[in-house]
């Protein structure tokens, strides 16, 4: 896309099309960052309530999604140990919601992020 001739104005060329594979990289990044800026949001909590309440202590992912989705938590609860496999809801899923909420978001969050990056281009001879 470029301006009228004569006008002075150049806009970015923007490719119409993308592949599938960077369509699906963008999508990585894009969920990776927002997993980040949660992760970083339960931190900035944390500390909040630090200042708040005089001691630290880093929020369980259980505990926050229990606090703001109460009904969320207890369907997930009762699909996964009845109608699924019991041992997956005690021993798997709440062995990682009772670690720290910048964890369980923080470091898939990074790993996306990491994995959807742009690749860069090698240039020969330069």
Known sequence: MH????SG?????????LSGERRRLIALRVIGWLLIVAA????GWDIFLWIHDGHFALTPAGKLWYQLSSRSFNFAERVIA????????FSGVMTVLSL???L???VPGVLLAVVGRRRKRRRFGR
Not at 3 to 6: E, I, L, S, V
């Open 104 to 106: 369980v978001a923080g």
């Open 82 to 89: 009845d109608h699924i496999w019991k041992p997956l809801w």
């Open 3 to 6: 301006g009228a001739p004569g």
């Open 40 to 43: 970083l949001f339960a931190l």
């Open 9 to 17: 104005l150049l806009l970015a060329r923007v490719p119409r099309r």
């Open 100 to 102: 720290p909420t910048l």
